[in-house]
């Protein structure tokens, strides 16, 4: 495994510093321009290697064929080139820590900022290990650059080496996932991938078939604006009412912060505007339709409440379906987790499937009729300051990369369907 390190954490270091973060607020595709920046190196990149029928496409997806040299499904790959919106992502300076001795990470610039093996024992487990982090004030961008490194250093290594036996590869990396636009309608079709994977996990071993179901909601204020000395009796103000709202919501159940393994959630994500008019913008998660559901009504149930209080004001609320659990769909034919797990196995690596509480491309991916289950790469910490991921942890993830389309050419002799996934 060792052979990939180095290439991997010079194109970690190198994705990590490119600014690429998408932009909810946007209307555009990809969300913001500064995405085609690395969505064009990897274009370029693709190219030089040799892959085939490389391109950009118009909605933002770099496709490319790794060329088969035995028979077997056609196996799609996927990581995304965006970073979360949730955190600075600009100015990102990735850096290595070789060999980490099991002590405190400090960040230069952020004396006040520690990464510590007790407050993440996953960490406690890379002694030895070389650790990528940021410097403090941003996000890394491992979520899902280390996706990206490990696919591009993969398809690399298959493309110099055609005596590795491997069937048809697809390779996709896609804008916009972190706001829940990464797969456009048009992908599955240009995909044309008889299954596929997402490299979009975390710990070593994660080979995941069950995510959360997702909607978004976005809730509007109208009130009454008049001059404040001039607003007895008249003046409504939306500021007010949009904190009677996210007050009205449960505050010590269903939070993300209240939540944990099954259990779904009401978050608010944003509020903006003013006394006359306001915003507010939510997520809605949980593993099962019926639940989602009635997360949405009790959201609309609180603004018709405060809405009643008053009259003069105009409510309303917004809810708009973002992806389904993939687990309704990979249970009917547990082919591709199947043929992970035994990959993972093969290597000494226990799989573990546990439900993610997120979402990935696999999810709208297997929903919209392309089987795509999720598989680690090792981040850690994602969508903020103390973000890091272990090359080692990543070349692990390459090596399982490999072991699985070597694997995938005798799917066809091999049957795996009807297989039990482990818990």
């Given at each position: 495994?060792?052979?990939?390190?180095?290439?991997?954490?010079?194109?970690?270091?190198?994705?990590?510093?490119?600014?690429?973060?998408?932009?909810?607020?946007s209307?555009?595709?990809?969300s913001?321009?500064?995405?085609?920046?690395?969505?064009?190196?990897?274009?370029?990149?693709?190219?030089?290697?040799?892959?085939?029928?490389?391109?950009?496409?118009?909605?933002?997806?770099?496709?490319?064929t790794?060329?088969?040299?035995a028979?077997?499904?056609?196996?799609g790959?996927?990581?995304?080139?965006?970073?979360?919106?949730?955190?600075?992502?600009?100015?990102?300076?990735?850096?290595?820590?070789?060999?980490?001795?099991?002590?405190a990470?400090?960040?230069?610039?952020?004396?006040?900022?520690?990464?510590?093996?007790?407050?993440?024992?996953?960490?406690?487990?890379?002694?030895?290990?070389?650790?990528?982090?940021?410097?403090?004030?941003?996000?890394?961008?491992?979520?899902?650059?280390?996706?990206?490194?490990?696919?591009?250093?993969?398809?690399?290594?298959?493309?110099?080496?055609?005596?590795?036996?491997?069937?048809?590869?697809?390779?996709?990396?896609?804008p916009?996932?972190?706001i829940?636009?990464?797969?456009?309608?048009?992908?599955?079709?240009?995909?044309?991938?008889?299954?596929?994977?997402?490299?979009?996990?975390?710990?070593?071993?994660?080979?995941?078939?069950?995510?959360?179901?997702?909607?978004?909601?976005?809730?509007?204020?109208?009130?009454?604006?008049?001059?404040?000395?001039?607003?007895?009796?008249?003046l409504?103000?939306?500021?007010?009412?949009?904190?009677?709202?996210?007050?009205?919501?449960?505050?010590?159940?269903?939070?993300?912060?209240?939540?944990?393994?099954?259990?779904?959630?009401?978050?608010?994500?944003?509020?903006?505007?003013g006394?006359?008019?306001?915003?507010i913008?939510?997520?809605?998660?949980?593993?099962?339709?019926?639940?989602?559901a009635?997360?949405?009504?009790l959201?609309?149930?609180?603004?018709a409440?405060?809405?009643a209080?008053?009259?003069?004001?105009?409510?309303?609320?917004?809810?708009?379906?973002q992806?389904?659990?993939?687990?309704?769909?990979?249970?009917?034919?547990?082919?591709?987790?199947?043929?992970?797990?035994?990959?993972?196995?093969?290597?000494g690596?226990?799989?573990?499937?546990?439900?993610?509480?997120?979402?990935?491309?696999?999810?709208?991916?297997?929903?919209?009729?392309?089987?795509?289950?999720?598989?680690?790469?090792?981040?850690?910490?994602?969508?903020?300051?103390?973000?890091?991921?272990?090359?080692?942890?990543?070349?692990?993830?390459?090596?399982f990369?490999?072991?699985?389309?070597?694997?995938?050419?005798?799917?066809?002799?091999?049957?795996?369907?009807?297989?039990?996934?482990?818990?």
């Amino acid at each position: 495994m060792t052979q990939f390190n180095a290439e991997l954490e010079t194109r970690l270091t190198r994705y990590a510093a490119i600014d690429s973060q998408s932009n909810d607020d946007s209307a555009s595709q990809p969300s913001s321009d500064i995405q085609f920046t690395i969505l064009r190196l990897l274009e370029s990149e693709l190219r030089e290697i040799g892959a085939t029928n490389v391109q950009l496409t118009n909605y933002g997806t770099v496709l490319a064929t790794i060329p088969g040299t035995a028979p077997g499904p056609t196996v799609g790959f996927l990581a995304h080139v965006d970073t979360a919106p949730q955190f600075n992502a600009t100015g990102v300076k990735p850096r290595v820590i070789r060999g980490y001795n099991g002590g405190a990470i400090s960040f230069p610039d952020n004396p006040d900022l520690s990464l510590t093996p007790d407050e993440f024992p996953y960490l406690a487990t890379k002694l030895g290990h070389d650790i990528i982090t940021a410097s403090g004030t941003t996000l890394l961008g491992a979520d899902d650059k280390a996706g990206v490194a490990i696919l591009m250093t993969a398809a690399r290594h298959l493309l110099a080496h055609p005596e590795l036996k491997h069937p048809t590869l697809r390779i996709a990396f896609t804008p916009d996932e972190e706001i829940g636009r990464g797969v456009d309608p048009r992908l599955p079709t240009d995909l044309a991938a008889d299954f596929a994977y997402t490299f979009d996990g975390g710990a070593v071993g994660e080979i995941e078939y069950e995510s959360f179901s997702a909607d978004g909601a976005v809730v509007k204020i109208k009130g009454v604006s008049i001059h404040p000395g001039l607003a007895k009796d008249k003046l409504v103000n939306a500021v007010h009412l949009a904190s009677k709202i996210i007050q009205t919501l449960p505050q010590t159940t269903l939070t993300p912060e209240t939540t944990s393994d099954r259990q779904g959630f009401i978050h608010a994500t944003d509020m903006s505007g003013g006394a006359s008019e306001m915003t507010i913008k939510f997520i809605l998660r949980d593993f099962e339709r019926d639940g989602l559901a009635a997360l949405g009504s009790l959201l609309q149930q609180v603004c018709a409440t405060v809405g009643a209080t008053e009259p003069r004001a105009e409510i309303t609320c917004t809810i708009k379906p973002q992806y389904r659990n993939m687990r309704y769909w990979l249970e009917q034919d547990l082919t591709p987790v199947t043929l992970a797990q035994n990959a993972a196995k093969s290597l000494g690596i226990p799989p573990v499937s546990v439900p993610i509480r997120g979402g990935t491309d696999g999810s709208r991916l297997t929903e919209m009729g392309i089987p795509c289950p999720n598989l680690f790469t090792g981040m850690q910490n994602i969508h903020g300051p103390l973000e890091w991921v272990s090359v080692q942890d990543m070349s692990q993830a390459t090596d399982f990369c490999l072991t699985l389309v070597q694997m995938a050419a005798l799917a066809e002799t091999t049957p795996l369907k009807g297989t039990p996934p482990a818990n």
